[in-house]
T-cell receptor, first 113, second 114 residues
Framework: ETGVTQSPTHLIKTRGQQVTLRCSSQSGHNTVSWYQQALGQGPQFIFQYYREEENGRGNFPPRFSGLQFPNYSSELNVNALELDDSALYLC????????????FGQGTRLTVV | GDSVTQMEGPVTLSEEAFLTINCTYTATGYPSLFWYVQYPGEGLQLLLKATKADDKGSNKGFEATYRKETTSFHLEKGSVQVSDSAVYFCALSDLGGSARQLTFGSGTQLTVLP
C-alpha cells in the first residue's frame, strides 16, 4: 500500500508567477484535501476534491484552484503568487469525502520571493 | 465557525516528565477530535482520535479524553521520551457542508531533553 506522495518537495517562485503542486493519493482513497500551513501555524483548509469535483472550500481566493484526475491524484494551482503564499502545502487523502482517517503527505515547501 | 485553541508553546521537559498539552474547541455540531504530530521536515501523522463524548483516544502512551461539558481534549503522557520531541496539533472534524474538513489549532512545540 503506497502512501500519499507530493511533488516537488521544495519550490521557489517569484511574486506574480503561477505554480502547480501535485499529490498522489493513497491507494484506494477517492478524496483529496489540500491545506496551507504558514510558518509556526496550524494547517488551514483550502479545498477538497471528491470523485473529480470540488466538494468544499475554505476561505481562500479564487486564484487557488485545483483538479482531481480519474486515478484520484490531484493538483493545486495558485495564480498571481503573493509573498504571503509562502508556506508548506499539505495534501491529505481519505475515503468517502473525509469520513475516514486522513493520511497526509510530507508537503511541498513553497517560497515566494 | 469552528475553532481550536491550544496551549501556547514551546514546552520543554526533561525525559520521563509528565506531559499535558491543553486543547479546547468551539463547534456548532458534534465534532470528532484528533491529535496530530509533526516531526521536523515531515507531514502530519495521526496520533489519536475520539469521535464522541467521554471517548478516550490512546496511542504510544499518549491519551486524551473527549470532554463535551468543558469542550476540551487535553493530551497527556505519563513519561515523555526524547523521541517525542515534535509539534503537536489538536484538530476537530465537523461535517460542514459536504466536506469533512479538519480545523487545526496553532500547534505546540515540545522539546524533551535527555
Amino acid at each position: 500500500e503506497t502512501g500519499v506522495t507530493q511533488s516537488p518537495t521544495h519550490l521557489i517562485k517569484t511574486r506574480g508567477q503561477q505554480v502547480t503542486l501535485r499529490c498522489s493519493s493513497q491507494s484506494g482513497h477517492n478524496t483529496v484535501s489540500w491545506y496551507q500551513q504558514a510558518l509556526g501555524q496550524g494547517p488551514q483548509f483550502i479545498f477538497q476534491y471528491y470523485r473529480e469535483e470540488e466538494n468544499g472550500r475554505g476561505n481562500f481566493p479564487p486564484r487557488f484552484s485545483g483538479l482531481q484526475f480519474p486515478n484520484y491524484s490531484s493538483e493545486l494551482n495558485v495564480n498571481a503568487l503573493e509573498l504571503d503564499d509562502s508556506a508548506l502545502y499539505l495534501c491529505a487523502s481519505s475515503c468517502d469525502r473525509g469520513n475516514t482517517e486522513a493520511f497526509f503527505g510530507q508537503g511541498t515547501r513553497l517560497t515566494v520571493v | 465557525g469552528d475553532s481550536v485553541t491550544q496551549m501556547e508553546g514551546p514546552v520543554t521537559l526533561s525525559e520521563e516528565a509528565f506531559l499535558t498539552i491543553n486543547c479546547t474547541y468551539t463547534a456548532t455540531g458534534y465534532p470528532s477530535l484528533f491529535w496530530y504530530v509533526q516531526y521536523p521536515g515531515e507531514g502530519l501523522q495521526l496520533l489519536l482520535k475520539a469521535t464522541k463524548a467521554d471517548d478516550k483516544g490512546s496511542n504510544k502512551g499518549f491519551e486524551a479524553t473527549y470532554r463535551k461539558e468543558t469542550t476540551s481534549f487535553h493530551l497527556e503522557k505519563g513519561s515523555v521520551q526524547v523521541s517525542d520531541s515534535a509539534v503537536y496539533f489538536c484538530a476537530l472534524s465537523d461535517l460542514g457542508g459536504s466536506a469533512r474538513q479538519l480545523t487545526f489549532g496553532s500547534g505546540t512545540q515540545l522539546t524533551v531533553l535527555p
